[in-house]
């Protein structure tokens, strides 16, 4: 098969798409999960499993590569799913590729988790049970601790799940307006009455360091020193039922049933929360996240900011689910790239952003990749299932999905 130099339009047209911009500030890493300590600041899977190392230079840059056995199916009216193996001096990548009309009214795209934040499942069983009909992953997670996704959260059907004030927080999301984004989200969290006890986080995956977190039912069962990264002294635990203080004391109890809320302080906070909050006192705390989204979901980093790359790292080789978003053509673009197999190399994060852009998008986000990489999509006259071959050799439970729904 001879190798073909094309285009970002002619790849675009080639797979039914549409054509293709200064860049992001990265965000702060406070090096809390042990997915955030991963070697470079390049985030590339949950899991922390080393890849391939790429050696050869990429057909993506040098414009030398091959396409086939592309196949090209709709799912439902304003959703598409195109499959197709690229190669070049690196070796073959197979992908799979939702193309989803966001201006669609009967075509919605939102963030499942499996019930509760600290629980875990596979993209199949939490697509099958939001009725989709194509799902992919979502964030990084907690993996092998909490379970929990490690940033920002939004389901449109849920309200806010979990969030963050720093650290983790390039979300892609749907706005105010109805309109897809990439950007900075953060929580907002206040308690009434008392400016200086600062939430940090809530339903984290861990408490900031002299932070406060909050934790809900959605959590899932009180959370204990996991949250807290083991640390046992100089932390404090204040149960709220009904809008008063049950509890303030200096244990934290762990799977137990969250009934009302429970804050969990670190540090210097600890020691504020122990007097602000003294049992019988009242309590009321509000939050949202900034900008007020109708749904949001965070991964690594942006890859792609206004058709600018800002990926840096061309080495390691990993499967990948990136999100796009194609403003010429009004498509949310979602895809996956396996890996770890001779089959299908993977992508580097340079890659990734060149990929996307090739495909039209002028904005993109990584989201978890490795072992965690799953496409699913139900194809004309067959049941929901999973397209792609996760490198586990099986499909991971994960903490949550993106999942695309249609009324027709």
Known sequence: MARTRLSAPALAVALGLGVIAPAAALDPVDHQSPVERQG???RQSSDGRPGGVATAPSG?????????????????PGVDY???TQTDARGPVRLYLLSVDYRRRSVTLDVR????????ATVLDTATAAGAIAAVNGDFYDIGRTGAPLGVTRSRTGGVLQGRVSGWNSA?????????????????????????????????????????????????????????????????????????????????????????????????????????LPVGSRFSASWHLSGRPR??????????????????????????????????????????????????????????????????????????????????AALPG??????????????????DSLVVLSSK
């Open 40 to 42: 470079s600041v390049e």
């Open 295 to 376: 749904m949001a979901i965070t991964g690594s980093r942006f890859l792609v900011y206004r058709g600018v790359v800002q990926a840096r790292d061309d080495r390691d080789l990993e499967p990948r689910t990136l999100l796009g978003i194609d403003r010429d053509t009004h498509r949310l673009l979602l895809l996956v790239a396996d890996g770890r197999t001779d089959a299908s190399r993977g992508f580097t994060m340079v890659e990734s952003a060149q990929e996307m852009i090739d495909l039209g998008a002028d904005a993109a986000l990584n989201l978890d990749g490795g072992g965690s990489s799953t496409m699913v």
């Open 172 to 276: 892609f999301s749907f706005d105010r307006d109805g309109r897809p984004q990439l950007s900075t989200i953060t929580l907002k969290a206040a308690i009434a009455g008392h400016p200086a006890l600062q939430v940090t986080n809530l339903n984290s995956h861990f408490v900031a360091p002299d932070g406060i977190g909050i934790y809900t039912p959605r959590w899932g069962a009180t959370p204990g020193y996991q949250v807290t990264r083991g640390q046992r002294t100089h932390v404090r635990r204040v149960v709220v039922r009904d809008g008063r203080v049950v509890t303030n004391g200096s244990q934290l109890k762990p799977g137990r049933p969250l009934e009302g809320l429970e804050l969990i302080a670190r540090g210097d906070a600890a020691d504020r929360l122990r007097t602000a």
């Open 60 to 76: 993506l840059a040098t414009g030398e590569f091959a396409r086939s056995g592309v196949t090209r199916t709709t799912l439902a």
């Open 113 to 120: 988790n499996p019930g509760t934040v600290s629980s875990v």
């Open 82 to 84: 195109t499959t197709w």
């Open 382 to 399: 067959q049941a929901l299932a999973v397209q792609n071959v996760p490198s586990d050799g099986f499909e991971r439970r994960v903490g």
